[in-house]
């Protein structure tokens, strides 16, 4: 069975560093999507991608962040410049039509020290 | 605006025990309820859905009915197994946008 697939399953790096996420989203999935969850609360919306643009973001999803399709089979998240707050478990989703059909990835646990 | 909350956990219960997770919501549309589960290391898996007041989802012996009464969508199981052992979300996501809103999780422990 086809599943969204996420690399590294935890990523560790120093407040001010840029990390990338990176997803591997079901091959015939037209949108995509990035959700965290910080420890102990509730999962979160990122921001949602379909046809190489952000069709919908979170006040979360401020300038430090981005999200990028660069060659149709990968779908990344960057960190700009890592502070202590963005410590979380980050989900990638995708789904086939942008309905509340979107299957998630087992998620990268980023911690910031 | 759109948020769930759901019961506060872990949640400790022995094989074949009767299983309730509470579930309420608040949404500004008419939204569409969830139940995904995390196993260890696993992405999160849709476990059931509703799609409109009434309406049952159900799915390997799980269940949650949809009340717009109550504004709830708790997840029941008649008789738990250790292999249920998991975390459990409850989500919604609103008619009109492909994003989900979720609660915060409740782990549940079976023991043997």
């Known amino acids: 069975e086809p599943e969204v697939t996420q690399t590294p399953s935890h990523q560790v790096t120093q407040m001010g560093q840029e990390v990338i996420l990176r997803c591997v989203p079901i091959s015939n999935h037209l949108y995509f999507y990035w959700y965290r969850q910080i420890l102990g609360q509730k999962v979160e919306f990122l921001v949602s991608f379909y046809n190489n643009e952000i069709s919908e973001k979170s006040e979360i999803f401020d300038d430090q962040f981005s999200v990028e399709r660069p060659d149709g089979s990968n779908f990344t998240l960057k960190i700009r410049s890592t502070k202590l707050e963005d410590s979380a478990m980050y989900f990638c989703?995708?789904?086939?039509?942008?309905?509340?059909?979107?299957?998630f990835g087992p998620g990268t646990r980023l911690t910031v020290t | 605006g759109n948020s769930v909350t759901q019961m506060e956990g872990p949640v400790t219960l022995s094989e074949e025990a009767f299983l309730t997770i509470n579930c309420t919501y608040t949404a500004t549309g008419y939204p569409s309820l969830f139940w995904y589960v995390q196993y260890p290391g696993e992405g999160l898996q849709l476990l059931l859905k509703a799609t409109k007041a009434d309406d049952k989802g159900s799915n390997k012996g799980f269940e949650a009915t949809y009340r717009k009464e109550t504004t709830s969508f708790h997840l029941e199981k008649g008789s738990v197994q250790v292999s249920d052992s998991a975390v459990y979300f409850c989500?919604?996501?609103?008619?009109?946008?492909?994003?989900?809103?979720f609660g915060s999780g409740t782990k549940l422990n079976v023991k043997p």
């Open positions: 989703a995708s789904g086939p039509d942008g309905s509340y059909e979107q299957y």
């Open positions: 989500a919604l996501s609103d008619r009109g946008f492909n994003k989900f809103y």
